[in-house]
């Protein structure tokens, strides 16, 4: 699901909504449908030193020798 950051035009307030296909994010506090949408504040970090190495996919990845350069 994705979930975008905005500001509200009208009262300025800042809501975190669900907004899936086409459906129009309203302002939770006064339902205006004039919302900027912010940067998210949630952006993935790479290179973790928690998760698991991914590479392309492949059976053969490079990412056994140290690195994918398909990823
Ligand atoms: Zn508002």
């Known amino acids: 699901m994705p ?3 905005f500001e509200c035009v009208d009262c300025h307030d800042h809501a975190e909504l669900l907004v899936s296909g086409s459906a129009t994010a309203l302002c939770p506090s006064c339902g ?3 919302l ?5 504040a949630f952006a993935p970090v790479s290179g ?3 998760s698991e190495p991914v590479g ?3 059976s ?3 990412m056994a020798q140290g ?3 398909q990823n």
Do not use: D, I, T
Not at 36 to 40: D, G, I, R, T
């Open 48 to 50: 973790g030193a928690m």
């Open 3 to 5: 979930l975008f950051a």
């Open 67 to 69: 690195g994918c350069a």
């Open 60 to 62: 053969s990845c490079c």
């Open 32 to 34: 205006s449908s004039s």
């Open 56 to 58: 392309c996919g492949a």
């Open 36 to 40: 900027e949408k912010q940067p998210s």
